[in-house]
């Protein structure tokens, strides 16, 4: 494997967790202006 390949199998990995974090982020921003739960169902 090339030290290209490798660089781009890091990239595509780091990516893909950016998106999977920055959904996140905006899910938990929007559910504390609304006043919801994190991951549904009630805490209580």
Do not use: C, D, P, Y
Request: glycine share 12%.
């Amino acid at each position: 494997m090339t030290l290209t390949q490798k660089r781009m199998i890091t990239l595509i990995i780091v990516v893909l967790a950016a998106v999977v974090l920055g959904r996140l982020a905006v899910r938990a921003v929007m559910n504390l202006l609304l006043g919801g739960s994190m991951f549904g169902g009630n805490f209580l």
